[in-house]
């Protein structure tokens, strides 16, 4: 055997390993094509679903630091590559998916929760706080690396602290005051796999919660396109660059019918991109690099994605 057989050998019998370990939970070439709200991207080498911290830490250990590893929440803000991802991808379920109340006024959720499930469980308690959750796709996790919001409202508005763990399978609870949140940023380490969160509302009128959540639901379908197969807004507004909003932008610098395979821009909202079938990743890629540089070329602001890439 020469060294590429031998390597080759060896992968498979370390995947042959983990799989009989990790049996159900563990997948080898998983499709994440359908993991994600674009619908695009190939497979993962390995796909672990994590049911509890007792689990999620045998796993890392038992990886040791060897691989490369992605954190799917929702998968509302995330473009994958169509090649095989060459790492593990982790999906929190079961136990990741608890919520419950701490106090008055403080509810545990889980990373896994959805933020519309969150948003419901704050209005059935009747805790304010946390409508406009019923306005964003993804998870509890995804919110805090994303700092999601919107309306005037951020994740790090509600967030106290933070329950981690890191990659080598290190517990540590972060407070909120040592988190450096911006603008759609945690400024979180990659290294870290958030567990759950505890947040804070305040006692508010259930049917005075309710009004308020499908008022902003209704602002939002009225400005923002809806099922359909995007992950929201593709860019950050360039706040620290100009005054305009980043669909100003793109509205004066790019000719909004132009599409590359199935990856168009929204008619609704153009910082929305859509598949409007198959598009594949470069499809998008190219789109998302075409209008950067239009926009670039028009106003000589350089544009940075919001939406996560995973290569
Ligand atoms: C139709 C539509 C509307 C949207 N509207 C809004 C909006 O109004 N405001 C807004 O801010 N966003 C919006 N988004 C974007 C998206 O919903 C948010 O960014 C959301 O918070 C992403 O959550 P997710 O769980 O889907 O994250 P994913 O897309 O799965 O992941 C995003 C990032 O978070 C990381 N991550 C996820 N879970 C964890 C975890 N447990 N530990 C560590 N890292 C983790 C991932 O690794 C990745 O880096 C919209 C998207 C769509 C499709």
New binding site residues.
Partial sequence: MDERDTKIFKMSEYLKELSSEFNENLKLNYDLKKK??FNIGGKAKIYYKAKNLKELIRFLKKINNQEKI?????????LITDNNYDGVVIK?LNNFNNISLLSDDIIIAG??VS?KSLSEFATNNSLGGFEFLS?????V???I??N???FGREFKDILISLQ?VNKSGKLLTISVKDINFNY?DSGLS?E???LSASLKGYKKDKSAIKTEVQRLVEK?ELA???RIK????TFKNPINQTDKKVWELISESVPLEKSFGDASISDKHCN?FVNKGNAKFEDMKNLINFVTECVFKKTGIKLETEI?IVE
């Avoid at 992605?70 to 995330?78: K, R």
């Avoid at 995007?230 to 807004?233: I, L, N, P």
Wanted: aromatic share 10%; hydrophobic share 30%; net charge positive.
């Fill in positions: 994600n709200w992605f954190i799917l929440g929702g998968g509302s803000n995330t929190l990373s896994g933020d306005c964003i796709p993804g998870t996790g995804g919110g690396k994303m999601a919001g919107c981690a759609r990659d870290l796999i958030f939002k923002q396109p809806t995007t992950s929201g807004s929305f996560k």
